[in-house]
């Protein structure tokens, strides 16, 4: 059973519209983590949340936002994606105290 | 500056052909090393955990050995199914006491039949 889920897995969308993408969770993890991945590189560290704390990385762009309404629940939100948004997003879940983290199967970002 | 190095960015083996992937780190606050496998256009995989130096781990063909400042992730008359992405990541502990991922960039890895 699939434990973090990603939605969509592909999403499209045009330069300058803002876009949406979710991560649900059943572990109850109390850390959420959001990677951007571009092909053939190491997957970056954009945010991530400690239960409702709220940890940016410091060259996130403010383009990036994110929000987590309870601990099953996590959305990125691209204010104005560019060309260079176009790229893998990963969401990532675990316990506190130096555990491994758990990922979704990611969604794949296409800006047209 | 915390960084992870993977070597090399890509092997190909033959079945059957044993070999080993590396990970070097320079970070600070170590809390874990983690071994990762990602296949085409999905999410990493948990493979391993190490936690300190000499530890080492095992599953089926891997196996992951930890010094002080490296890993290295041994395969052992490896499959063509074992073809993919291996990542490595560290753990480590920054301002606050929040602890982040801090991933390598991968060894693409083939094994031809």
């Known amino acids: 059973d699939a434990m973090v889920i990603q939605n969509p897995r592909y999403q499209v969308t045009q330069f300058g519209k803002p876009v949406t993408l979710s991560c649900s969770q059943t572990l109850n993890h109390n850390v959420m983590y959001w990677y951007q991945q571009k092909s053939s590189q190491a997957p970056k560290l954009l945010f991530h949340y400690y239960d409702k704390d709220f940890n940016n990385e410091a060259d996130t762009p403010d383009n990036f936002q994110s929000r987590r309404p309870n601990t099953s629940f996590c959305f990125l939100d691209i204010r104005s994606p560019g060309l260079g948004d176009a790229a893998m997003y990963l969401c990532?879940?675990?316990?506190?105290?130096?555990?491994?983290?758990?990922f979704g199967q990611g969604t794949r970002l296409t800006v047209v | 500056e915390d960084q992870v190095t993977q070597s090399p960015e890509a092997l190909r083996l033959q079945e059957g052909e044993s070999s080993s992937l590396n990970c070097s780190y320079t970070?600070?606050?170590?809390?874990?090393l983690f071994w990762y496998r990602q296949d085409p256009g999905k999410g990493p995989e948990f493979l391993f955990t190490l936690y300190s130096a000499g530890e080492e781990k095992e599953k089926e063909r891997l196996k992951a050995t930890l010094t002080k400042k490296e890993s290295f992730l041994h395969i052992t008359a490896p499959k063509p199914e074992d073809s993919a992405t291996y990542l490595c990541a560290v753990q480590v502990v920054f301002s606050g006491g929040y602890n982040k991922l801090i991933f390598g960039a991968g060894t693409r890895l083939a094994v031809h039949p």
């Open positions: 970070v600070s606050g170590l809390r874990g």
């Open positions: 990532a879940t675990s316990r506190e105290g130096g555990t491994e983290a758990f």
